[in-house]
């Protein structure tokens, strides 16, 4: 994982375009081990652009960016390939990637490459010899990229500055419909800007129409950039097969419904179900393991200048909350990951104060009633202890260590590192202003401070670890980071599906799980890669693996939740039976609760917000 940058200035200067600090900052953090800086002054056709790469080293040599071939072409890759191309375990995947864009004669060529990978991607490809730029993001948007553009000036950039200050030009997602060109030779003059456009596809569909395509670029874009489809139609195979929208007879009797059903072993009584799921099962686990061992351990000193890592400390980490999502990818996670290393468990809680206060005032009067104890000696007896930790006890917290308990009877051999993370209303104050807002940036609603704050405190990973009894200060050096997005937009995890299925149906259900993937990059994705990323960590998604879209995709409905059943069974059903199978049984019925309620982060400031409002607390701090 990296931090990549390119600024291009469409003016004849003959200075080199350089960085501000705080930038470099901010991609510094997501790429510490090796940073490079390089510039092309290009007089004759009045472009300059500086390329600036901070690697991440998770695989193969380490090897600076942006990448340069023997033709002078240059690379900037934030991604992983897992899939599609051949790496090696040795193989250096932004080196990989780059002989075979080395190789390209046409546009077409470029596009197979990209079309190829499986993993998350985003990057910046320079060709001098046709004077192109190109630059996207993966079918999912695993990777962020954003670009601002600011006359005669583009950035594109992993992550924008700490500090921004440029109201009138602000930060855009770029979005993930595909690949972009611009051609630096055709560029009528320095006051526009035409970026040629080619789109994802399913084989399976028609062509939609350049304007449909277009639209969705308008109202973003500052009134002197343009994108046009490309006029030779091109375009890019998507990852995935496209969902199936078929709908259950409702004329079909139903074997199992609400009434007779108590939990999910009896739906896996199905012969043809249990197939499903044990299917399901094994394409996740492959996709978990695909992204906990493309990591370096054990690597002999001579190999690339590598350093023998330590295996007594966890090279994987859980965002973790108990809940089934993520005992999955841990029971799954334990499947590949070496037996004698540990696994760390993220686990965040936010101070909940008024609920410590009636605990702490209903303890005193028990007190006084019980054993006439001084007001002083009370208040001193609430100042800590039971007291202290209760305030962290919330409903993630709580549904956290029964999962740890659960896991520890899975495989009880495992070092399993259950790290409490518990954060004050003061440093959440404090580090949303220094360091979360411009990560979030530039989503901005209530539901991304929520989150974005939540998932930066847990990935982080400063706690303290209570797994064995004893309660020791911890810091998690894991660089990976599992997470289950995507599991909840798959399988109709969220309570709008059910207001969807109650109002609509199957085919209002259908409907808003195409919505769900379909936008998830523009939610969610992005987001969560620059705030994990952070702390020169990288975020993995085991649920939006293609492998594993694409056979959720095939499957109907139907097999895939059944929301005519309660909370706790109906949604997400078909990865509740995977849970049972895996021998997860308290976590596998346990009712869906979003991140922000269950670790509390809603309750700590203004109760009164909607999760879409736009949120003043990261809009204060993109301005000040």
């Known amino acids: 994982m990296c931090g990549i940058c390119c600024m291009l200035v469409l003016v004849p200067q003959d200075v080199p375009v350089i960085l501000g600090e705080e930038m470099l900052e901010s991609l510094q953090r997501r790429g510490p081990n090796c940073s490079q800086q390089l510039s092309k002054v290009v007089p004759e056709l009045g472009y300059n652009c500086c390329f600036s790469g901070h690697v991440l080293h998770m695989r193969g040599c380490l090897n ?3 990448m340069q071939d023997a033709q002078g072409n240059l690379f900037l890759w934030n991604g992983e390939v897992f899939g599609g191309i051949e790496i090696k375990p040795e193989d250096n995947d932004t080196q990989i990637i780059l002989q075979h864009l080395s190789s390209c004669n046409s546009e077409e060529d470029i596009l197979s490459v990209f079309s190829s990978i499986r993993g998350p991607w985003a990057f910046v490809y320079y060709q001098p010899s046709t004077h192109c730029l190109w630059f996207g993001r993966d079918y999912f948007g695993r990777r962020s990229l954003l670009w601002q553009f600011k006359n005669p000036c583009l950035t594109l950039v992993s992550v924008s500055a700490s500090l921004p200050k440029c109201v009138s030009a602000p930060w855009h997602e770029v979005p993930a419909c595909g690949l972009y060109k611009i051609d630096l030779q055709k560029q009528p003059n320095a006051s526009s800007l035409a970026i040629t456009w080619y789109p994802w596809k399913h084989m399976s569909t028609e062509y939609e129409s350049a304007s449909h395509l277009e639209a969705q670029f308008t109202e973003e874009l500052p009134d002197f950039v343009s994108v046009f489809l490309n006029e030779s139609k091109n375009f890019l195979v998507a990852p995935i097969i496209p969902m199936n929208c078929s709908i259950p007879d409702p004329y079909t009797d139903k074997k199992y419904s609400a009434t007779n059903l108590t939990n999910v072993d009896m739906y ?5 179900k249990k197939k499903i799921v044990h299917q399901f099962i094994d394409i996740l686990s492959e996709s978990v393991r695909q992204r906990v061992l493309f990591l370096p351990r054990n690597q002999n000193p001579s190999d690339c200048a590598a350093h023998v890592i330590n295996s007594e400390k966890a090279k994987v ?6 809940g089934v999502d993520s005992m999955v990818l841990s029971a799954l996670a334990d499947r590949h990951v070496p037996p004698d290393e540990p696994i760390d468990l993220l686990n965040v809680a936010f101070e909940q104060r008024e609920r410590k206060m009636q605990k702490i ?9 019980t054993s006439g104890a001084s007001e002083e000696e009370t208040s001193k007896n609430g100042s800590g202890g039971i007291e202290e930790s209760t305030a962290f006890d919330v409903p993630d917290r709580i549904t956290g260590r029964s999962g740890l308990k659960e896991l520890q009877i899975i495989n009880p051999s495992r070092h399993w590192n259950f790290i409490e993370i518990n954060i ?5 104050k404090e580090m949303r202003q220094y360091r979360i807002s411009h990560l979030v940036q530039p989503l901005d ?10 998932v930066w405190f847990a990935a982080r990973g400063i706690g303290i670890n209570t797994s064995n009894g004893e309660v020791q200060p911890y810091i998690s050096t894991a660089k990976v980071v599992l997470t289950g997005i995507g599991a909840d937009e798959q399988l109709a995890g969220y309570s709008r599906h059910r207001i969807r299925y109650k109002t609509s149906g199957f085919v209002g259900l259908v409907k808003e799980l195409e919505m769900e993937l379909g936008r998830i990059s523009s939610r969610n994705l992005g987001r969560d890669d620059r705030v994990i990323g952070d702390h020169g960590k990288e975020a993995r998604f085991p649920f939006l693996d293609e492998a594993v879209v694409s056979f959720l995709n095939s499957l109907p409905v139907c097999d895939k939740a059944d929301l005519t059943l309660p909370r706790g069974i109906g949604e997400k059903l078909l990865l509740r ?10 976590s596998a019925i346990l009712p869906k609760r979003a991140m922000q309620f269950g670790s509390r982060i809603s309750k700590m400031e203004n109760h009164k917000e909607k999760a879409s409002d736009k949120c003043s607390r990261l809009l204060q701090n993109m301005v000040d």
């Open 64 to 66: 600076p960016q942006p």
């Open 268 to 272: 896996l009584s199905d012969e043809h």
């Open 317 to 322: 980490a859980i965002l973790f909350s108990g």
């Open 361 to 369: 005032s209903k303890k005193k009067q028990r007190q006084s009633n």
């Open 424 to 428: 004050t209303l003061e440093e959440l």
């Open 445 to 454: 609603t209530v539901l991304d401070d929520s989150i974005g704050c939540a």
């Open 577 to 586: 039976m995977a849970a049972k199978e895996l021998g997860l049984s308290a």
